[in-house]
């Protein structure tokens, strides 16, 4: 049994994948949840991201579980729409107790073919836009004395990944302001946590541009095609986790069970990071 009945969340990256699975397990556990997204493409990133139409029925799910719902079309490189945002949603909604900064996005090239616009565009999503969704929500927080923070990093920010360099220096970078900020908050009774997945099953990894990366030279490769491939990442053969094994752990996180874990990656990784230090 959770104890996150009649709180409030703010979950970036909400309208598919991981995010709108958080937001619906928080809706199920009684938690109000404010659903944010980009809803539109980045140039450099060569797969679509999520639409308006995802967003709100991430929205109407949520609803159906009987909990409020605000969703908002934000771009998590735009501090000023995440500050007014934040605002708004504790205007409408009382509080902001748990923020999940998911929001991010992928994209592959080798080290030295990486150009300007592939590193800024990542960078400023899945780094800056961690910075700018941590620093939007954590006053409120600290006014609070109490909250709960989760960034999504990736096994990818526990290690060198070829091909990767600019996502690799994100998500490290991501753990790197989770523990920072973990410091400066504790007194405040706030907690900050990062967690790890391994391949999750989304659109990040089931697209043309993922399949090239991981299956080259396969031709137009099915889903059924790359299972194997993406398996053999996995000390534990497995070819990809599911987005619901990602959400428990941010429930668990996020839980008055967690109370005194902050600073920590959790990883759901399939053992891909156990060599780590
Ligand atoms: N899928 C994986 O294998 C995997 C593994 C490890 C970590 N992750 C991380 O998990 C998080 C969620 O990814 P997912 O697997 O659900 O993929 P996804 O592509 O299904 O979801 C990502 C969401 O983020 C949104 N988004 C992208 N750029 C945004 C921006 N600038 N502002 C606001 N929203 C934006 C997208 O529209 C999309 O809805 C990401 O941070 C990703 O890096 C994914």
């Known amino acids: ?27 199920q556990a009684g938690v109000d949840v404010v659903v ?13 991201l999520a639409t308006p139409d995802d967003l709100q029925e991430t929205a109407r799910l949520v609803k159906d579980l009987g909990r409020e719902c605000l969703p908002f079309v934000v771009d998590v490189r735009d501090g000023d729409a995440l500050d007014a945002t934040v605002a708004e ?8 107790d748990i923020c999940i900064a998911n929001a991010g996005v992928c994209g592959h090239g080798k080290f030295w073919e990486i150009t300007d616009s592939m590193w800024d565009d990542m960078i400023g999503i899945d780094l800056t836009g961690v ?19 989760v960034a999504t ?7 060198g990944n070829p091909n990767l360099a600019h996502y690799v220096a994100a998500k490290w970078g991501v753990i790197g302001l989770v523990k920072t900020l973990a410091l ?26 993922m399949y090239e990366l991981f299956c080259p030279g396969m031709g137009s490769p099915s889903r059924g095609d790359v299972e194997p491939i993406y398996a053999q990442l996995s000390p534990m053969r497995v070819p ?18 967690a109370r005194y ?14 060599g780590m230090p």
């Open 131 to 149: 910075f700018k969704t941590l620093r939007a929500v954590t006053p409120t927080m600290v006014a609070q004395g109490s909250g709960r923070i």
């Open 240 to 257: 990809w986790v599911d987005p619901q094994d990602v959400t428990d752990a941010v429930l668990y996180l996020v839980s008055e069970r």
């Open 184 to 209: 400066e908050v504790a007194s405040y009774g706030i907690t900050v946590n990062a967690v790890c997945p391994a391949t999750v099953d989304t659109q990040m990894v089931h697209n043309d541009s």
């Open 1 to 27: 049994m959770l104890d996150l009945a009649g709180k409030v969340a703010f979950v970036t990256g909400a309208a598919r994948g991981q995010g709108r699975s958080h937001a619906l397990a928080l809706a």
């Open 36 to 48: 944010t997204d980009i809803c539109g493409d980045v140039s450099s990133i060569r797969y679509p």
């Open 153 to 159: 990093a990736s096994m990818g920010g526990r290690m």
């Open 261 to 274: 874990v902050t600073g920590s990656t959790l990883d759901v990784c399939t053992g891909a990071t156990a």
């Open 89 to 96: 949603a504790v205007d409408r909604l009382g509080s902001l």
